[in-house]
């Protein structure tokens, strides 16, 4: 990604800088606004910073290793700018972690920017060490020990306005050496829009483009808040109604480092776990807000049973469930308005009283890894809150080292929304869990994708992205994309890189406590041999832990840790694929997956959907029928290859019920009968034909 800025966007840009500043004049003579809100203060902590730490007393202290020491005094001086749980998430939480990061990051600092290939040290040190670096504290970092190169990045307030002003997706995720680059150079291409100007350094620059962003973001919400509120105006409206949860818990804005408390943004999962802000205390979410769903954005509380208003003795959770253990509350959804009424906030505050008793020796909540202190902070600080809505909650909490906030799950909460027995996907879950490689088969649309992801999260028992991994095989994938490769370099030679599977491997290894899952969607697509090389064999749960060198560097021992588990994902209606071959079947536990028209889950998921019973009964009984006929015709189809439900699933309600189904049958499976019956196109139209008998 390239920016050009054109003249007259650079004129428009100046434009809504100097009616946001009208008092500006260069960056020489900056104007009051301008200076007070964004240079003096930046450039004051600077010179604070030079003045009270130098390079030689910092490789002093790098030398003696003391890397946490170091850290600390940074952080000290730059935490207006990187929360300060950011700086140990990116630097290390030891010393030996924290000496061997700065000492890079020393060394890169040390030498002009010249592209990626400067702070590539400081990455592949990241990757050895297992951790992935927060934009913000990253930047800083770079920024205080050499500002005329490096600047401090607001990631998702720059994510924003890149694509609102510009359209243009600057790289998600956490920072990479290459997606470093990337935002470097974004802001490097609006030093010519403020040339005029006589801007003296990236202090100058940051700080043109920051105000723009800010400014352009103040009458909207940032991700994730504009997942969660319908303005901003709700948003002060629900940080203020858990502000009184808080002061009800008896929390003030020093309790941030009470382990009782997590105050989490969990990622959202399905339409029924809506995107939301959780206040965890003690053992459970006493507070929620939810945003807009199948419902309009609601808070819930954890309410004694026996203050619930009787008129609202029947509104039970639509989203959430209330934990057997916790008998005495009831998880409750009301309006904010409602809690106007003193009979809906006396109960809201006897129920905050009694769960701070509760939890009063609570060693610390399940959740805390996961904790928001940034959210927290905005609890009880406006202008805090402000600047949260607007420049929005950075993605980096959510790497895999520092995972984002998991919902304790249950086999029976996985398989919600799977149109299958119990039984059947408890199975698949234990042949997972002992076999370590479970291959999932079925014809196309059995719903194989959506299955693997919640076989993941009931085998982890939490809902983590962060450590299930979906890659899809094909012809021309090999094993220098799944294990380990030469690629060229800028310097025109080769560098070794690790592939998918190496790196995957990595992470497991580096928390061997909790499973991670591998799915490889069309599995058998791949050249499989090719793949998977000389390490087929560690695949084998006996061998799992086994070092073995590779191909590409035989001086390196290499691993599959236990703790690792490969689901693939096979179509069993794919002519185009040969057999899969004996030493990955002996490998893989193989489970088929069968169309589900019959099931209750199916018929039910229709009906939410708008569709009517006469038509379900429609489907059923077309759909039963054209099976039995692919599966009974042996010499060309077979079983595996039935059509399943999920052509049938709507993603969204249902308007007109017949154009919808028709739809669904004329373009996505007479297509399909037309490829199976390619040498009978008479019959595939007729199969078409009948199911759209009216």
């Given at each position: 990604?390239?920016?050009?800025?054109?003249?007259?966007?650079?004129?428009?840009?100046?434009?809504?800088?100097?009616?946001?500043?009208?008092?500006?004049?260069?960056?020489?003579?900056?104007?009051?606004?301008?200076?007070?809100?964004?240079?003096?203060?930046?450039?004051?902590?600077?010179?604070?910073?030079?003045?009270?730490?130098?390079?030689?007393?910092?490789?002093?202290?790098?030398?003696?290793?003391?890397?946490?020491?170091l850290l600390r005094r940074m952080a000290g001086k730059a935490g207006h700018f990187a929360h300060f749980t950011a700086w140990?998430?990116?630097?290390?939480?030891?010393?030996?972690?924290?000496?061997?990061?700065?000492?890079?990051?020393?060394?890169?600092?040390?030498?002009?920017?010249?592209?990626?290939?400067?702070?590539?040290?400081?990455?592949?040190?990241?990757?050895?060490?297992?951790?992935?670096?927060?934009?913000?504290?990253?930047?800083?970092?770079?920024?205080?020990?050499?500002?005329?190169?490096?600047?401090?990045?607001?990631?998702?307030?720059?994510?924003?306005?890149?694509?609102?002003?510009?359209?243009?997706?600057?790289?998600?995720?956490?920072?990479?050496?290459?997606?470093?680059?990337?935002?470097?150079?974004?802001?490097?291409?609006?030093?010519?829009?403020?040339?005029?100007?006589?801007?003296?350094?990236?202090?100058?620059?940051?700080?043109?483009?920051?105000?723009?962003?800010?400014?352009?973001?103040?009458?909207?919400?940032?991700?994730?808040?504009?997942?969660?509120?319908?303005?901003?105006?709700?948003?002060?409206?629900?940080?203020?109604?858990?502000?009184?949860?808080?002061?009800?818990?008896?929390?003030?804005?020093?309790?941030?480092?009470?382990?009782?408390?997590?105050?989490?943004?969990?990622?959202?999962?399905?339409?029924?776990?809506?995107?939301?802000?959780?206040?965890?205390?003690?053992?459970?979410?006493?507070?929620?807000?939810?945003?807009?769903?199948?419902?309009?954005?609601?808070?819930?509380?954890?309410?004694?049973?026996?203050?619930?208003?009787?008129?609202?003795?029947?509104?039970?959770?639509?989203?959430?469930?209330?934990?057997?253990?916790?008998?005495?509350?009831?998880?409750?959804?009301?309006?904010?308005?409602?809690?106007?009424?003193?009979?809906?906030?006396?109960?809201?505050?006897?129920?905050?009283?009694?769960?701070?008793?509760?939890?009063r020796d609570w060693k610390g909540s399940s959740y805390r890894r996961h904790h928001r202190p940034e959210v927290y902070e905005?609890?009880?600080?406006?202008?805090?809150?402000?600047?949260?809505?607007?420049?929005?909650?950075?993605?980096?909490?959510?790497?895999?080292?520092?995972?984002?906030?998991?919902?304790?799950?249950?086999?029976?909460?996985?398989?919600?929304?799977?149109?299958?027995?119990?039984?059947?996907?408890?199975?698949?879950?234990?042949?997972?869990?002992?076999?370590?490689?479970?291959?999932?088969?079925?014809?196309?649309?059995?719903?194989?994708?959506?299955?693997?992801?919640?076989?993941?999260?009931?085998?982890?028992?939490?809902?983590?992205?962060?450590?299930?991994?979906?890659?899809?095989?094909?012809?021309?994938?090999?094993?220098?994309?799944?294990?380990?490769?030469?690629?060229?370099?800028?310097?025109?030679?080769?560098?070794?890189?690790?592939?998918?599977?190496?790196?995957?491997?990595?992470?497991?290894?580096?928390?061997?406590?909790?499973?991670?899952?591998?799915?490889?969607?069309?599995?058998?697509?791949?050249?499989?041999?090719?793949?998977?090389?000389?390490?087929?064999?560690?695949?084998?749960?006996?061998?799992?832990?086994?070092?073995?060198?590779?191909?590409?560097?035989?001086?390196?021992?290499?691993?599959?840790?236990?703790?690792?588990?490969?689901?693939?994902?096979?179509?069993?209606?794919?002519?185009?694929?040969?057999?899969?071959?004996?030493?990955?079947?002996?490998?893989?536990?193989?489970?088929?997956?069968?169309?589900?028209?019959?099931?209750?889950?199916?018929?039910?998921?229709?009906?939410?959907?708008?569709?009517?019973?006469?038509?379900?009964?429609?489907?059923?009984?077309?759909?039963?029928?054209?099976?039995?006929?692919?599966?009974?015709?042996?010499?060309?189809?077979?079983?595996?290859?039935?059509?399943?439900?999920?052509?049938?699933?709507?993603?969204?309600?249902?308007?007109?019920?017949?154009?919808?189904?028709?739809?669904?049958?004329?373009?996505?499976?007479?297509?399909?009968?037309?490829?199976?019956?390619?040498?009978?196109?008479?019959?595939?139209?007729?199969?078409?034909?009948?199911?759209?008998?009216?």
């Open positions: 990604m390239i920016l050009s800025i054109s003249d007259s966007q650079a004129q428009s840009l100046r434009d809504t800088f100097a009616t946001a500043y009208p008092d500006f004049q260069s960056f020489i003579e900056p104007g009051k606004a301008f200076a007070e809100e964004e240079l003096t203060y930046k450039r004051k902590l600077l010179a604070s910073f030079q003045k009270s730490l130098s390079r030689e007393d910092a490789l002093a202290m790098i030398a003696s290793g003391a890397g946490l020491e140990g998430k990116t630097f290390g939480k030891d010393d030996q972690s924290a000496t061997s990061l700065l000492s890079t990051l020393l060394e890169i600092t040390a030498v002009p920017w010249t592209g990626p290939e400067t702070v590539a040290p400081l990455f592949r040190e990241f990757a050895r060490l297992g951790t992935r670096p927060d934009w913000a504290a990253l930047s800083v970092g770079l920024w205080l020990w050499r500002p005329d190169d490096y600047c401090p990045i607001k990631i998702s307030l720059f994510r924003r306005y890149a694509k609102a002003e510009f359209g243009i997706d600057l790289p998600a995720g956490a920072p990479t050496a290459e997606s470093f680059a990337v935002l470097r150079q974004f802001l490097d291409a609006f030093r010519p829009v403020v040339e005029t100007w006589r801007p003296r350094d990236w202090i100058d620059v940051q700080s043109f483009v920051y105000s723009l962003a800010l400014s352009k973001g103040k009458s909207t919400l940032a991700p994730p808040f504009e997942e969660i509120f319908e303005s901003r105006e709700q948003a002060h409206a629900a940080f203020d109604w858990i502000r009184r949860g808080a002061d009800y818990l008896k929390l003030t804005a020093e309790s941030d480092e009470d382990s009782r408390i997590a105050v989490t943004v969990p990622v959202s999962v399905t339409q029924q776990f809506r995107r939301r802000i959780v206040f965890n205390f003690g053992k459970w979410p006493v507070m929620s807000f939810f945003g807009p769903g199948k419902e309009k954005a609601c808070p819930h509380f954890f309410c004694l049973k026996e203050c619930i208003p009787t008129r609202l003795l029947n509104r039970g959770p639509s989203d959430s469930n209330t934990p057997d253990e916790e008998q005495e509350f009831e998880d409750l959804r009301v309006p904010l308005d409602e809690f106007a009424n003193a009979e809906i906030e006396d109960a809201f505050r006897i129920s905050m009283e009694a769960l701070s008793k509760k939890y905005a609890i009880f600080d406006r202008q805090a809150l402000d600047l949260l809505l607007s420049e929005g909650l950075a993605e980096e909490a959510e790497a895999p080292l520092a995972p984002r906030e998991q919902r304790i799950v249950s086999s029976a909460e996985a398989m919600h929304d799977i149109f299958m027995p119990e039984d059947q996907f408890r199975g698949i879950i234990e042949a997972l869990r002992n076999k370590l490689n479970v291959i999932l088969q079925g014809a196309p649309g059995v719903g194989k994708s959506f299955c693997a992801k919640q076989v993941a999260f009931a085998l982890m028992g939490e809902r983590d992205e962060s450590r299930v991994s979906l890659i899809q095989f094909h012809q021309s994938y090999g094993y220098e994309d799944f294990i380990q490769g030469w690629r060229p370099n800028t310097s025109g030679g080769f560098d070794l890189h690790s592939g998918h599977f190496y790196r995957f491997c990595e992470r497991a290894m580096a928390d061997q406590n909790r499973p991670y899952v591998l799915i490889i969607d069309e599995i058998n697509r791949g050249n499989l041999s090719r793949i998977f090389g000389e390490l087929m064999v560690l695949l084998e749960p006996d061998k799992r832990g086994m070092p073995m060198a590779l191909t590409y560097a035989p001086e390196q021992s290499f691993f599959v840790p236990s703790n690792l588990h490969v689901l693939g994902l096979m179509n069993t209606a794919d002519r185009s694929l040969a057999v899969v071959d004996y030493a990955l079947r002996r490998r893989f536990a193989f489970l088929t997956l069968e169309p589900s028209f019959e099931s209750d889950k199916f018929a039910e998921t229709l009906r939410a959907k708008g569709v009517s019973e006469s038509l379900i009964g429609k489907i059923r009984e077309r759909m039963r029928a054209l099976n039995a006929e692919i599966a009974g015709d042996r010499a060309q189809l077979g079983p595996g290859f039935q059509i399943g439900h999920s052509f049938f699933v709507p993603r969204k309600q249902v308007q007109n019920e017949a154009a919808w189904f028709e739809g669904v049958v004329r373009w996505e499976i007479l297509p399909l009968l037309q490829e199976y019956w390619v040498d009978d196109p008479d019959k595939a139209e007729q199969a078409g034909a009948r199911l759209l008998e009216s």
